[in-house]
RNA sequence: GCGCCUGUAGCUCAGGUGGAUAGAGCAUCGGCCUUCUAAGCCGAGGGUCCUGGGUUCGAGUCCCAGCGGGCGCACCA
């Protein structure tokens, strides 16, 4: 790798110099005349050496020998740049790479094999699933799916909060809609849900035990009303997310910390370790030992424990499970949970910081500028599935992804529904169905292009190829830093560009207008080279689109226009 | 009032942990175009990076103080 023999290179001649310990960051410049790669060594190094930045640039450049690391000029610029220049054999030999990694180009290592787990979702069980569980779920798989391909060994988990009063609430709603399909008088409490799908159970409740319960006022029916509900909403969850395209390894109820006795355990513990206080008949966990801005109560003076407690006793199973590297994705309107799950975490022993959180704000679906809501099955808000039903799951997920999590996500959708270039998702679709058009033109299968296979890569001189190359090149890396940064926007970022300028070169290339930039050109030798970089180009977005959780089809069927519903 | 997030082109947003002339998509405008199948291609205009200080060779990026927006501050989850 031309990459790793420069960066050895400069070490080598910078302890020459008199650096003890010295760090290169080679990078690639934006604008082109400024080289293939380019550091700022000089510049960094200049206070330590006392001597002006070009001057130690230009000592730098006559002490290098890099002519067999394929580097064909280095030059001093602007304030003390070093730029370098590669030869186009050089910069040409990552396709061979890429060939060889195929569909794994782009996975590392450093993540050596350790096990994480990504909680996400975790909706409660009292409702189908909204755009704001949509984002999660998305960002979740992928944050997960990139954790994977950095090494990591990944659990994906659902936390259920089945117990608690919105369980009881539901209850009641149930039994309202279902005593009114008898004909008895019953209301919605104030708390309760509203949506068409509580009437659906009431329905399904209704179809399969009767009126049994229509005058039944009791626990016993309430509590099987309860279950009946809670698992028909689980499957209605678990529905819209295996269409989704979002599966778990682990599905975790929130009530099986008290049957399994670890609510009462973590209680005692935090009692060992001296930090519970009772006061006004409630029992107090002291989290501002540990940074929060209040103490917490766990315990009410009716006897219930607050949410509070059985998360503490929760995250404290994950440590005890192995996971000692846990992400939470969560809605950041839940923030104030995170010093707090800490705090009680903390008091236990386990390590500041942990667990991790990734925090993202709310979606808004837009249409010409003006906010759309589309709801009719729950009524007060969209669901998941009325939006990927109505733009599909590739646009969907798309999109979700492709602003960072901090940020609040506006979802477009006259661009997701629009099916041209003009959608992101379909751009890089496109270019990767326009790569497998090339070999199917050709008669060849993309296999059939294979690395080390007498392609001469020298060939590949022409600008746009060689940024498009740069471009590939970069792929590990860019996988790399949204791993670390729980990022996915970074890949979409990635592959939009990779794809623009995919096609640009593809465009350029158009037999009626640029004969000489054609990839099946005449010439063997030619037509061979550009085929490798086709292939390349392919592997690299199907890679980058499979990360996300998005299909790269080999030919772009073109959809009717969708029917508003 | 306190805490977290956020403020970059008309709009939606990037900005690789401090580097060269701040980028992309959409929209707008101007040229092409019937193809190695993709309602396409190429190009242009457009900026007080919220404001004011500070740190240094260098700040959209780091620090401080303001201003604007979002969210959270229950014996709810």
């Known amino acids: 790798m031309a990459l790793e023999q420069i960066r050895s290179a400069l070490v080598t001649v910078l302890r020459e110099m008199g650096v003890a310990d010295p760090s290169v960051g080679l990078e690639r410049p934006r604008d082109p005349s400024h080289g293939d790669l380019a550091t700022n060594v000089a510049m960094t190094l200049a206070k330590v050496l006392g001597r002006p930045p070009r001057q130690i640039a230009e000592e730098i450049v006559s002490r290098l020998d890099l002519v067999a690391a394929g580097v064909s000029a280095v030059e001093v610029a602007g304030p003390g740049f070093l730029n370098f220049r590669l030869s ?50 998305a960002l979740g798989d992928a944050v997960a799916s990139l954790l994977d391909w950095t090494g990591w060994r990944v659990h994906r988990e659902y936390y259920y909060n089945d117990s608690g009063t919105q369980m009881d609430n539901l209850a009641l709603s149930v039994r309202a ?65 295996a269409d989704f395209r979002v599966h778990f390894d682990e599905y975790y109820l929130e009530s099986s910390l008290y049957r399994d006795g670890r609510v009462d355990a973590t209680v005692q513990a935090l009692r060992d370790a001296g930090y ?165 033109k050709a008669g060849l299968e993309p296999e059939e292009a294979v690395a080390g296979s007498h392609a001469d890569l020298s060939l590949l001189v022409h600008d746009l190829e060689r940024e498009l190359i740069k471009r590939l090149r970069e792929f590990p890396e860019t996988v790399e830093r949204a791993a670390s940064q729980a990022a996915p926007h970074v890949v979409c970022d990635y592959l939009e560009q990779t794809a623009g300028a995919a096609n640009s070169w593809y465009h350029a290339g158009n037999p009626s207008r640029n004969p000489e930039l054609t990839v099946l050109a005449d010439d063997p030798a030619l037509r061979a080279a550009r085929l490798v970089l086709t292939r390349a180009v392919q592997i690299v977005l199907h890679n980058g689109l499979t990360l996300l959780g998005i299909d790269a089809p080999r030919r772009m069927d073109r959809a009717e226009a969708a029917v508003p519903a």
């Open 88 to 137: 186009s054999g050089a910069v040409a030999s990552v396709l061979d790479d890429i060939l060889d990694a195929d569909g794994s180009y782009g996975r590392s290592g450093s993540g050596k094999g350790e096990s994480v787990m990504v909680e996400f979702v975790s909706a409660n069980p009292t409702g189908p699933l909204h755009l704001g569980h949509g984002r999660q779920a």
């Open 276 to 440: 519970v206080y009772e006061r006004d008949g409630a029992v107090w966990l002291r989290t501002t030992e540990f940074g929060d801005q209040k103490d917490r109560v766990m315990i009410r003076s009716n006897g219930a424990p607050t949410y509070f407690l059985p998360d503490v006793a929760y995250h404290l199973g994950k440590w005890e499970r192995g996971y000692h590297r846990v992400i939470n994705v969560q809605g950041s309107d839940h923030h104030g949970t995170v010093s707090r799950v800490r705090a009680g975490l903390r008091a236990l022993g386990l390590p500041e910081g942990y667990p991790e959180y990734v925090l993202h704000q709310m979606v808004r679906v837009e249409r010409d500028g003006k906010e759309v809501k589309f709801s009719k099955r729950a009524g007060s808000y969209t669901t998941l599935r009325e939006l990927y039903e109505e733009v599909g799951v590739d646009v969907a997920r798309y999109f979700m992804l492709m602003r960072k999590p901090d940020a609040h996500l506006v979802f477009d959708l006259d661009m997701a529904l629009d099916q041209s270039d003009k959608n992101p998702v379909y751009k890089v679709q496109y270019a990767h169905a326009r790569m497998c058009s090339i070999f199917a």
């Open 177 to 241: 809609r279902y005593g009114q399909h008898f004909g008895r008088p019953g209301e919605i409490p104030e708390n309760g849900y509203h949506g068409a799908y509580v009437a659906d159970i009431a329905q399904a409740l209704a179809d399969e035990v009767g009126d049994r319960w229509a005058d039944d006022d009791s626990a016993e029916a309430l509590d099987a009303m309860r279950a009946f509900a809670v698992r028909l909403i689980r499957e209605e969850q678990d529905r819209d997310l």
